[in-house]
């Protein structure tokens, strides 16, 4: 069946009205082939959100760089791409879910190349911040793609695969940076996105049916969209350049002002923008609105963590680049092995357990990091136990976390509400290397593991918060309307 055959999606849903409601084999293959697909595309962009922060400190030396510059080589990709999520879901629904994830592949299969070929890190930076926007293309669309091609019933599978390909991405990130750093250069960090894409255009010409939302008109707010991002990046901006600067610093001081001017200037934007870029009544939705800060505390300790014990063992333990990765790739495994597990079990004991467990599993290990760790290398005792905990903590959180931020919504708000989630999680990771940042500073030798055990503290308390809010009691109008 080509695209125009297939028969057009009414209304805003990405979801299947144009399906029949028997499936047969060949409508199972074929969901499956979808799946599979959007899911890779969902691997391949979050993959850069963490696939690059083992190569930090040999791309700061290949560069002469600093630390903090060298931090919005993470940054750029993590602003641009929070900011331009929710936009880019409302792109695809007007213009066209399959072509927006093929332009936005193809896209981020040309940036990666720029980035892989940067003679700079300006350019280096630059090409991650328009990678961020092509990547930001491919994940509403992928998810709402995908969906098209399931039923209501079996809709819970689909994102609990999606969301378990995406936190899974995060998670090995650093092991398959290590070993492209080690064997080739870091450069291929980035060149190696350009034949998985190629795959995947080849394959999405063939297998993808063509969605669209027939009453989106306009594109969304771009002023909203730009105060968006200029809130996390004035915000990352002081919390970056503080320690160096001094916290007492004008600009540093004009940073911090100007991130709580944004904030509420974005607010306000979007409640009188004819086409606001977030539909702020998604968070009358108390699990919707519970999960995205649950999502955004769990992503900053979890991305600042993912970098900060990167660091510890190559410059304190001075482990090599694929050494300090194949050390953490224990927690990345378990992830992968527990993912899918954990969706099944959030919708049989519900997702505020699960969260939960993963929260106090991921406190305990960052709390063992800061007991048991110290400047002699002792993996299996010191290391390990910790690293199995907190890839156990990741392996019940953010999987479950992209199912449940969507699970009460219609159909025709999941792909903006997975992109709102998706926000979330990005701005956590810009918050969680800042603060990492901020809090290394520039320690001595002497003052090195004491620096690393409070950094390990903070982000042990940050991930408990987060499975906390979960199980906090609703207010008394929440209780009674339910």
């Not at 929710?86 to 879910?97: E, F, K, L, V, W």
């Not at 940067?118 to 990547?135: C, K, M």
């Not at 070993?179 to 250069?185: G, H, K, M, N, V």
């Not at 224990?330 to 079990?345: N, Q």
Request: contains cysteine; proline residues 5%.
């Amino acid at each position: 069946m080509t695209d125009t055959e297939r028969p057009p999606v009414p209304g805003p849903q990405p979801a299947t009205a144009g399906l029949s409601q028997v499936e047969t084999p060949a409508d199972n293959r074929r969901a499956g082939w979808v799946l599979a697909l959007g899911s890779l595309g969902a691997f391949v962009v979050f993959l850069d959100t963490t696939i690059v922060n083992i190569a930090f400190q040999t791309i700061s030396e290949s560069f002469d760089t600093t630390a903090g510059h060298l931090a919005w080589v993470l940054n750029a990709y993590s602003l641009v791409f929070a900011a331009m999520l929710i936009p880019a879901g409302r792109i695809a629904d007007r213009y066209g879910r399959k072509k927006i994830f093929m332009v936005g592949i193809a896209g981020f299969a040309l940036m990666s190349a720029l980035c892989g070929l940067a003679p700079s890190v300006g350019v280096l930076i630059t090409g991650r911040a328009l990678q961020a926007v092509f990547a930001a293309f491919v994940v509403p669309s992928s998810l709402a793609l995908v969906l098209h091609e399931y039923h209501n019933e079996r809709r819970h599978v689909a994102i609990g695969v999606w969301g378990a390909m995406a936190a899974a991405a995060a998670a090995v990130g650093p092991t398959l940076g290590a070993l492209l750093t080690e064997y080739a250069s870091w450069r291929w960090i980035f060149l190696v996105n350009v034949p998985i894409a190629a795959v995947i255009i080849g394959l999405g010409k063939r297998l993808l049916h063509e969605s669209r939302d027939p009453h989106a008109s306009g594109v969304p707010d771009v002023l909203g969209t730009f105060l968006i991002a200029v809130f996390p990046a004035l915000l990352s901006y002081s919390i970056i350049e503080g320690p160096a600067r001094g916290w007492s610093d004008t600009w540093v001081i004009a940073g911090f002002i100007l991130a709580a001017l944004a904030l509420p200037a974005f607010l306000w934007r979007t409640s009188k923008a004819a086409r606001p870029v977030m539909d702020l009544a998604l968070f009358k939705e108390r699990q919707f609105r519970d999960i995205n800060i649950a999502t955004l505390l769990f992503a900053t300790s979890f991305f600042g963590l993912l970098l900060a014990n990167l660091i510890f063992l190559q410059t304190e333990w001075h482990y090599s680049v694929l050494r300090a990765a194949l050390a953490s790739a224990a927690g990345p495994v378990v992830v992968t092995i527990v993912a899918r597990s954990t969706t099944k079990l959030a919708t049989v004991i519900g997702h505020r357990k699960v969260l939960l467990a993963g929260g106090v599993m991921w406190a305990i290990g960052c709390i063992g990091f800061a007991l048991s760790v110290h400047s002699s290398p002792h993996w299996v005792t010191h290391w390990l136990p910790w690293t199995l905990l907190t890839g156990l903590g990741i392996g019940f959180t953010l999987p479950v976390q992209s199912g449940a931020a969507v699970a009460k919504l219609v159909p025709a708000q999941f792909a903006i509400g997975s992109a709102i989630n998706s926000s979330f999680r990005q701005l956590g990771a810009v918050l969680g290397i800042s603060l990492f940042v901020a809090m290394l500073g520039t320690p001595t030798p002497a003052t090195m593991v004491n620096t690393f055990h409070h950094i390990w503290w903070v982000f042990a308390i940050l991930g408990l918060a987060a499975g906390v809010v979960q199980v906090l009691p609703a207010k008394k109008t929440e209780v009674s309307s339910s």
